[in-house]
């Protein structure tokens, strides 16, 4: 099946850096997607893109849907012990024909750790 | 404003021993899903639904099973349970209807077989 690499696979920081995390494919995705999630909850959305190129922001939080539509990053500026969590890439390839019906593929999670 | 409920949270099972994991949204969504989370892997979808009377598999379908009589729920059937189904089990729900739009999640079901 489709697969997507993410990276790092966990990064502990102090209270105050800032952090970055990727995701690529070897396939095209048209729609890249950033969760976080918490201990004991289901991923929660941060941040859709839609358009090779996007570059959108929600709060601390800034991501980037690649020009070649095989990669994305996060960056979260300023973190806060509230940062720690999983965070996850998602996305859906661009389909040949028909619809994707939502179906998403995820990376394998990137573990971050905040100290104060 | 309850989004998508599973339930149970936990649960521990026996080898062979069935169960089903539950869940339902108030969102009025078309769209539903149903993925396992491994410890340090990615979410992979078991089974998927379009709308009330339609499914189709998944990336991992094999020992599971569901059903979508309703628009609200969404059961997961495990009819045979073996250790490797030990995971975190996450339902979904989109709305379908516009292309922007993404998925929430529920809390998550813990299965532990042993």
């Known amino acids: 099946g489709q697969q997507l690499n993410q990276s790092p696979q966990s990064m502990f920081i102090q209270e105050g850096e800032d952090v970055s995390m990727n995701c690529t494919s070897s396939?095209?995705?048209?729609?890249w997607l950033w969760y976080k999630q918490d201990p004991g909850e289901g991923p929660v959305l941060l941040i859709a893109?839609?358009?090779?190129?996007e570059l959108t922001s929600n709060g601390r939080l800034t991501a980037q849907f690649g020009i070649t539509r095989k990669d994305s990053f996060l960056n979260i500026s300023a973190s806060i012990p509230s940062d720690v969590g999983i965070y996850f890439c998602?996305?859906?390839?661009?389909?040949?024909?028909?619809?994707?019906?939502?179906?998403?593929?995820f990376g394998q999670g990137t573990i971050l750790t905040v100290h104060p | 404003n309850a989004g998508v409920t599973q339930t149970p949270k936990f649960r521990i099972l026996k080898i062979g021993q069935s169960m089903t994991l539950q869940c339902t949204q108030d969102?009025?969504?078309?769209?539903m899903y149903w993925y396992r989370q491994d410890p340090g892997m990615g979410l992979k979808l078991i089974y998927y639904?379009?709308?009330?009377?339609?499914?189709d598999k998944g990336e991992v379908p094999n020992g599971y099973n569901v059903s979508r009589s309703t628009t609200e729920d969404f059961p997961l059937r495990l009819e045979l349970a073996a250790p490797s189904q030990t995971s975190v089990y996450f339902c979904?729900?989109?709305?379908?209807?516009?292309?922007?739009?993404?998925?929430?999640f529920g809390q998550g079901t813990r299965l532990t077989v042993v």
């Open positions: 998602a996305g859906r390839p661009a389909n040949a024909g028909g619809t994707s019906y939502g179906k998403l593929t």
């Open positions: 639904s379009v709308g009330a009377g339609i499914t």
């Open positions: 893109l839609y358009k090779a190129g």
């Open positions: 969102m009025n969504h078309n769209y």
């Open positions: 396939s095209i995705f048209n729609t």
């Open positions: 979904a729900s989109r709305t379908g209807q516009d292309t922007n739009t993404e998925a929430f």
